[in-house]
């Protein structure tokens, strides 16, 4: 019997080859008479407005598999990792009624975070809290995080100011540590689903190159176009769809703050250092006996019937 309720996950840093992977496997479990669908765990093709910048598959790319939450907000809106994994765990829930196996695929490492472990209750910070932590250097609150709060200082990195922060203020506002609030999550899904996860993992270079090739096709694809677009909305320069990578460059180019050859440079580099964190966030945060490949991609593919041998047994 096929174990009820699976869930699989590929999860993986930018231009690794994810999608591939997730399409493979959608098409052998339809050879199997299983229905497949793609689950989009990716905060950039989350929003509507970033077609071409995010990479959201077009419909010729999905190769007829059906996919859901990719384009499933404005860009006026904010997807937190909260509002994501409760519209995740609906349509999760809605295709294990129906009989279909879920793909979550995606490189947002704390979307899936929060789907399977969920959140904890934190109650909301003091304002003046949160106003005197913001309001400090890096390196000072770095420093009295580590006094006040020296387990997570250890896990995170001096320069890693927005979750320094974060963490300060909670334990200023409430008297209690991040971690030891976390140890409350409640909503998440690990204990309803057979998770089937797999880390893609190609060698760095490798992906750094592509996220180069990528965002230079991007901007003969459409991309300028789609920021204008932005632009011409008047959203709020701090929604995570203006911060998106690639917006904030190819803004800078239309306001002639910097030059076209610049686009290129900070928008390739801008995806590298996307990709250096989403390396480290995978290699250090999923639970040590998740399956992890290193495909060679110019000379082998990944072997779908090794890499989910418990999901497609029947």
Request: charged share 25%.
């Amino acid at each position: 019997m096929t174990p009820e309720n699976p869930l699989a996950l590929i999860a993986g840093p930018t231009a690794s080859g994810k999608s591939a992977v997730a399409l493979a496997l959608a098409h052998r479990l339809a050879a199997d008479g299983r229905q497949a669908v793609i689950v989009n765990a990716d905060s950039a093709q989350v929003y509507a407005d970033l077609q071409v910048l995010s990479a959201r598959p077009s419909e010729a790319e999905m190769e007829g598999i059906e996919h859901r939450l990719f384009g499933a907000w404005d860009g006026a809106e904010t997807c937190s990792a909260a509002r994501w994994a409760a519209r995740a765990k609906a349509e999760i829930a809605d295709l294990h009624a129906g009989g279909a196996v879920p793909i979550l695929v995606g490189g947002t490492g704390l979307y899936m975070k929060v789907l399977l472990e969920g959140i904890a209750p934190i109650p909301e910070i003091d304002p003046a809290v949160r106003d005197a932590v913001r309001a400090m250097a890096p390196g000072d609150a770095y420093k009295l995080l580590a006094l006040e709060d020296p387990e997570r200082a250890s896990l995170l990195d001096p320069g890693d100011s927005q979750r320094i922060a974060r963490a300060l203020e909670v334990k200023r506002s409430t008297g209690v540590t991040l971690g030891d609030w976390q140890l409350a999550k409640a909503g998440g899904i690990a204990e309803e689903v057979t998770l089937h996860p797999l880390i893609v993992e190609p060698e760095r270079q490798w992906v750094y190159d592509r996220c180069d090739a990528r965002f230079e096709a991007m901007l003969d694809q459409g991309a300028i176009a789609e920021v204008e677009a932005l632009l011409a909305r008047g959203l709020d320069p701090d929604l995570p769809v203006m911060r998106a990578i690639g917006v904030p460059e190819i803004a800078a180019w239309l306001a002639g703050e910097i030059e076209a050859e610049d686009v290129v440079a900070s928008g390739s580099q801008a995806t590298r250092n996307y990709a250096k964190r989403q390396f480290t966030w995978f290699r250090r945060q999923p639970p040590a006996d998740w399956p992890r490949v290193h495909p060679d991609w110019e000379s082998e593919n990944i072997d779908i019937n090794i890499a989910f041998a418990s999901l497609l047994r029947k």
